[in-house]
């Protein structure tokens, strides 16, 4: 058995050898899914290699990232002038299909982004060269087991680390509000913020660490047990990796191995522990509104409290903010100081994009923070600071080194100017041949079934609801799209459920469907944005198995996505809520549920503190996701479409006669106007549409 540790600088590399690690994993500066770790140079990279081998101990190379075209071309580039390491850890078919023709020698590893939950998943990762799968961190014990005794290739998986509110693969909880997104490494970590419910706040979207190293006894049959945690401390990941070689047990078992109920797998704090008190609240002159403090029970953390005269309260931090607008470029900012010195700055920018300032106290002036909020959004008005986190003394006059204070500046400016300068004026005019229009809802299908300007695709959901098609068949036959359940989590055969849609039109979710369907006939295949096509490398792949229409990923601009696609025919979202988390967790905690059946048309109210921004919790029978409360909306006046596009209107989480109204507009000249004049689409925003997150 394979123990795989991680590693984002020379250290953890140290600490791989001193800790006998098996393998070791790592980035190198970009092209892979831990964007804010350090990662390698060039130079360090074909260095470690070779330290590694010397101590018998590989290296997987992380290349874990949906890719574009050019970034594809640079990594072979890269390959065919540096080491080669011991495997690819991937996610991307297109990178795949031009890794295993360069180098065919290399092993391809299929990281957990791309989201091998069953034993089809990792069948197909066999059909493509794939000689090992690291399976989801969202997966039990039971179902691990099953996989592999089913399955004939190497199998990976994780014991230890950070774990995820979203499926593997599958969070736009950045990128569709305007943020940086997992898929690029730039996770803006919106989950783990203050959240409230019914004015009660907590951490409830945080997820605490898996450590399932009590459970490596029962994981016999896997190839490779893996360590998360290359933003972590070297000194963290040598304790795990002795613990492990000396066999040493943890004090608790969580992770989702245990279970999907949170009761089973201990997946739940209300309030995040690794959160450090900074000093006895008591000890602050004076507490106000922008601090932030924790009651502390016997070392645990209880409740958000600001009664610092409570010798148990605790000060964590302070944070200056207002509402995070999803409509302009959202910056933070994460502050070091010492002796009311700033002596470093974390910038994190509107894409996930993160850099560091470093101070010192020399040439030192008074900065004001309110007054360096203003001093930037006053020039540019597109910029919105957010957020400003630091832990404060007594004294509130802060210092910084005047040069790093300029610089800083400099940059951020220069950092949030748009890539394409060219003015969008909006056309006076524009009107929808048609409109696809996606629902869940069969009372929706039945209202709009004969309405001409529609096409309707339904959202089958579950595995459950696929096992009922028949009734559903029978009912609406050839006049829907059926779109295929996302999840699959007990490997169930599904064959003869998909054979009752042959001749229909489908809509693929997964790439492990369009390879099961391979030999079954549809009238016509679509594929989802879940089905990520972000370089001619995976479009072709589509198109050699007959795939029609795509869904432009939402998460990049109409500019890229038309320099992808080209002439193919291309589906673009041009409104409405759509998922921005999948995750296996279950809130009924949180909510008092009394099972997920009854509960699925229910929206469970979520808001965000830290970024002011409500959502939305809705349940299928084995998944959660979450919307955002307030539609996205793009308006596509601002560039020029042409006969290739058709969009689509996601309506998952409103109302009948909400839907009503807005399709009413969108049938009109210029929809987008008549749309904001409905409450419903009032406090819309635009997603990535001039600008992606590319």
């Not at 070392?299 to 607008?325: A, G, Q």
């Not at 993160?354 to 540019?380: M, P, S």
């Not at 979450?626 to 409103?654: A, H």
């Amino acid at each position: 058995m394979e123990i795989l540790s991680p590693s984002s600088n020379m250290k953890h590399i140290e600490v791989a050898i001193d800790g006998k690690a098996n393998a070791v994993y790592g980035g190198l500066k970009k092209w892979n899914a831990r964007n804010k770790a350090i990662n390698f140079t060039t130079e360090e990279y074909n260095h470690l290699i070779k330290e590694l081998h010397k101590n018998n101990i590989k290296f997987f190379l992380t290349l874990n990232i949906l890719m574009l075209d050019e970034e594809i071309k640079e990594v072979i580039a890269f390959l065919k002038n540096n080491t080669l390491p011991d495997a690819f850890i991937i996610t991307d078919i297109g990178l795949m299909t031009e890794l295993h023709k360069e180098f065919p020698d290399v092993p391809l590893h299929f990281s957990t982004q791309f989201g091998a939950h069953n034993i089809d998943d990792v069948n197909f990762i066999k059909s493509l060269n794939g000689e090992r799968a690291i399976l989801s961190r969202e997966l039990t014990l039971n179902e691990i087991n099953n996989i592999k005794e089913n399955t004939d290739i190497e199998l990976e998986c994780f014991i230890w680390g950070s774990q995820c509110l979203s499926f593997s693969g599958l969070c736009f909880f950045g990128t569709l509000i305007n943020g940086g997104g997992g898929n690029r490494g730039k996770c803006i970590i919106t989950c783990r913020d203050i959240y409230s419910i019914n004015n009660e706040k907590g951490h409830y979207l945080y997820i605490p660490d898996m450590d399932c190293i009590n459970l490596i006894s029962k994981l016999d049959g896997i190839d490779c047990l893996k360590l998360e945690g290359r933003r972590r401390n070297p000194e963290e990941i040598k304790t795990i990796l002795n613990n492990i070689s000396s066999k040493k047990t943890s004090d608790k078992t969580t992770g989702y191995m245990l279970g999907t109920h949170i009761k089973e797998n201990g997946l739940y704090e209300k309030i995040n522990t690794r959160t450090k008190p900074f000093m006895k609240a008591s000890l602050l002159e004076n507490i106000n509104d922008q601090d932030i403090c924790i009651k502390y029970i016997d070392n645990k953390p209880i409740e958000f409290s600001k009664d610092y005269l409570d010798e148990n309260v605790m000060y964590i931090y302070t944070e200056i903010k207002k509402p995070y607008n999803i409509n302009k470029k959202n910056l933070a900012f994460d502050l070091t100081i010492k002796n009311n010195t700033i002596t470093e700055i974390l910038y994190m920018n509107y894409k996930g994009d993160g850099h560091t300032f470093f101070g010192n106290n020399q040439d030192l002036i008074d900065l004001n923070l309110n007054d360096f909020i203003k001093n930037i959004e006053q020039r540019d008005s597109n910029i919105n600071i957010y957020k400003i986190k630091y832990q404060r003394e007594n004294n509130n006059i802060l210092k910084i080194n005047k040069f790093v204070y300029n610089d800083m500046v400099n940059y951020i400016l220069l950092d949030c100017l748009l890539k394409d300068k060219s003015t969008f004026i909006p056309s006076t005019e524009i009107r929808l041949k048609e409109l696809y229009l996606e629902t869940n809802d069969i009372n929706v299908i039945e209202r709009f079934i004969n309405d001409k300007f529609l096409k309707i695709i339904y959202d089958i959901g579950t595995i459950n609801n696929l096992k009922n098609i028949e009734n559903l068949i029978k009912k609406f036959g050839n006049k829907i799209i059926y779109k295929l359940p996302i999840f699959n989590w007990k490997s169930e055969n599904i064959n003869e459920y998909l054979k009752l849609l042959e001749n229909k039109e489908i809509m693929f979710t997964r790439f492990t469907q369009i390879y099961l369907c391979k030999n079954i006939k549809f009238k016509k295949r679509y594929v989802d944005y879940t089905i990520y096509v972000w370089n001619k490398k995976t479009l072709n792949y589509l198109i050699e198995n007959d795939i029609e229409i795509f869904t432009a990923s939402p998460e990049l601009s109409y500019k890229t996505n038309k320099k992808i696609f080209e002439s193919n025919s291309m589906q673009v979202i041009i409104g409405g809520k759509m998922p921005l988390v999948y995750t296996r967790n279950c809130f009924n905690h949180l909510f008092g549920c009394l099972n997920c059946k009854n509960n699925q048309c229910n929206k469970k109210n979520i808001k965000n503190v830290d970024k002011e921004l409500d959502f939305e919790i809705l349940c299928n029978d084995d998944y959660r996701y979450i919307l955002n409360k307030e539609p996205m909306l793009n308006d596509y006046r601002k560039v020029n479409i042409d006969n290739n596009i058709t969009f689509r209107y996601c309506s998952l989480g409103q109302n009948i006669e909400d839907i009503e109204k807005s399709i009413e507009c969108f049938k009109k000249t210029n929809y987008y106007t008549e749309l904001k004049k409905l409450d419903v689409w009032k406090e819309s925003y635009e997603c990535n549409l001039l600008e992606g997150k590319d």
